[in-house]
């Protein structure tokens, strides 16, 4: 595991080159490699900011890393008939009606309908 974390300290360095810490975005293969070398050394029990600090960056870099790892920015929808629709959908047997004052009647037929509407008012 330490050759690994030299070797990966390494090629960090190589291919940052003379370059400020932060000019220019590690690549997605080394924030994987990153965060695979910190999972190894959490294994082994050493700390986050332990881990990090052998890797060569800031626990908060692989905090948000980690938080991010595996996202493509798209997920696989389905799009489902509304199934609420339905059920709140009058049937063909159903009869509506709405009284002058504001009621709102469903009824199974128009006789029930009118015998309602005339109890309400």
Known sequence: MDKEIEAFRNEVLHWRGTRRR??????????????????????RGLTMEAATRQLGFSAATLYAWRKT???TGLLPVRIAPDATAALLAPTRSTVQLVSPHGYRVEAPDLATAVALLRELG
């Open 22 to 43: 932060g000019a220019r975005p590690y690549t997605s293969a080394m924030r994987a490699k990153a965060l695979e070398l910190t999972a190894g050394l959490r294994n």
């Open 69 to 71: 790892s595996g996202r």
